[in-house]
């Protein structure tokens, strides 16, 4: 199987030329077969920015409704009381509670992607940070995860939303779609993200925000886009 793997991995590099910057739209589609997955993989982006995250001030962080989704169904845990939670759970959240759920976390339990929480309940989620925060799942507000419209929150997941947050050396990893999705529909998604993101820029960030820019299958070789075109998508 490995062997197997390595060749169509060869097979799919063959026709990416790993030192140019590709157009979007020729991006997407060389990305769609360059997938050696035998599985519907994902399609991942990964920005580079000109940012020091060690710097609050240059931390970028939000969340973006891609027009298609990612295809991947994601588990929504609500952290709400009285009318808010009976909200989040005719909404469809996976998991609505207060301190039951703050607990079944404290005990190593994290089978979610993603949290919301109303603001009354930040007291007790603040708690959770030393768990949650390492893994991308604490509510903050600037993602649009801190909210008393927590049906909207949960709709909003459930329809494609994602929030995207620079890591300690700069990037942006996130999902999407699926290798399944049109060429056209896996370029509106990506431009959704890239708009939402060069608005996030800081305006403490000199030089160039866009550093580079690349698309990668869950199997199978990256492609690179020039970072200027990538920019100005919409």
């Known amino acids: ?8 991995y060869k097979e799919a590099a063959k026709t990416i030329e790993h030192a140019k910057q590709y157009s979007p739209d020729e991006a997407v589609k060389l990305v769609k077969g360059a997938s050696t997955s035998k599985f519907d993989g994902s399609i991942e982006a990964h920005l580079r920015l000109g940012v020091d995250p060690r710097h609050a001030d240059q ?19 609500v952290f709400a009381q009285g009318d808010k939670a009976r909200e989040a ?6 998991y609505v509670g207060g301190d039951d759920l703050a607990k079944r976390i404290q005990e190593g339990w994290l089978d979610f992607d993603v949290t919301l929480a109303t603001p009354d309940m930040m007291g007790m989620v603040g ?3 030393k768990v949650l925060g390492p893994r991308g799942l604490m509510p903050n507000p600037k993602a649009g995860t801190v909210t008393f419209d ?19 050396t700069g990037i942006i990893h996130t999902n999407i779609g699926k290798a399944s999705y049109t060429e056209q529909q896996l370029r509106e998604n990506l431009a959704a993200l890239m708009d939402a993101v060069v608005r996030a820029k800081p305006s403490s960030a000199k030089g160039q925000f866009l550093r580079s820019v690349y698309l990668a299958p869950t199997m199978g070789p990256s492609v690179q886009i020039d970072p200027a075109l990538a920019s100005r998508m919409n």
């Open 1 to 8: 199987m490995t062997q197997a793997r390595a060749r169509k």
């Open 59 to 77: 931390m970028v962080r939000g969340s973006v409704t891609l027009p298609h989704g990612t295809g991947k169904k994601r588990r929504v845990l």
């Open 89 to 94: 759970k005719e909404a469809g959240a996976d």
């Open 127 to 129: 708690r959770l940070g």
């Open 150 to 168: 927590i049906a909207k929150g949960v709709k909003d997941i459930q329809g494609g939303r994602i929030e995207y947050r620079v890591d300690k």
